[in-house]
């Protein structure tokens, strides 16, 4: 069964550069949501949107925007980096009404 | 403050016999339970849940208890395999809206 993909895997950039993170979740799911787990921590929520439109929001800092396109794919758009920005970042996604959320493999942002 | 609480960081059980993996929640508004499974460098991997109304779901070798007066749950894997080995995530939800997540336990299964 098709999964939720995520490019890039891997990123490597330098301080104050910007980043975009892609995400494209399981056929027919349009529901997506943003992880964000730090070395040792746990994944910790960062936005969501459903049906192209911003359905909650955590603790996501001004610097990162995200949206949701007609074709249900999301980027997380990340500009102005620092070094505590180095994280996985993984992207979620359900079908509307449906509490389980299915994650995709990850990317892995390594910020020098 | 950490709302989903997995006290025990590791858990080390033989091979054929039941792990158990536990987890406490604070916020009584939740209101769906699920469990995850990591391996490094992958993402979380679904592998049961629980819906508030109910006190027991059952999977395969995976079952679910939740003790909704003691905001208590716990995973029991029987019987395990050295394939189990992995982080395992508690995560609990409101209104189907964002996962809160446990802290995760590191189970090894051994041979």
């Known amino acids: 069964a098709a999964g939720v993909i995520q490019s890039p895997r891997h990123l490597i950039k330098e301080k104050r550069e910007t980043a975009t993170l892609k995400c494209y979740p399981i056929p027919r799911h349009d529901t997506v949501y943003w992880y964000q787990q730090g070395p040792g921590q746990d994944p910790q929520f960062l936005i969501s949107?459903?049906?192209?439109?911003?359905?909650d929001k955590g603790s996501i800092p001004d610097r990162f925007s995200a949206q949701q396109f007609s074709d249900y794919h999301s980027e997380l758009n990340m500009s102005s980096l620092e070094l505590g920005d180095s994280a996985l970042y993984f992207c979620?996604?359900?079908?509307?009404?449906?509490?389980?959320?299915?994650f995709g493999p990850g990317t892995r942002l390594l910020v020098l | 403050d950490q709302q989903v609480k997995q006290n025990s960081p590791s858990l080390s059980v033989q091979e054929g016999r039941i792990s158990i993996l536990n987890c406490d929640y604070t916020n009584s508004m939740f209101d769906y339970f699920l469990w995850y499974k990591k391996y490094p460098a992958e993402g979380p991997t679904f592998l049961i849940s629980?819906?508030?109304?109910?006190d027991k779901n059952e999977d395969g070798r995976f079952t679910v208890f939740l003790n909704k007066s003691a905001k208590h749950l716990s995973l029991h894997i029987v019987p395990s395999q050295p394939g189990d080995s992995a982080v395992y995530f508690c995560a609990a939800l409101q209104e189907g809206s964002r996962l809160t997540f446990g802290e995760g336990t590191q189970l090894t299964v051994n041979p």
């Open positions: 949107f459903y049906e192209k439109m911003q359905s």
């Open positions: 629980i819906s508030s109304i109910k």
């Open positions: 979620a996604s359900s079908s509307g009404g449906k509490e389980t959320q299915y």
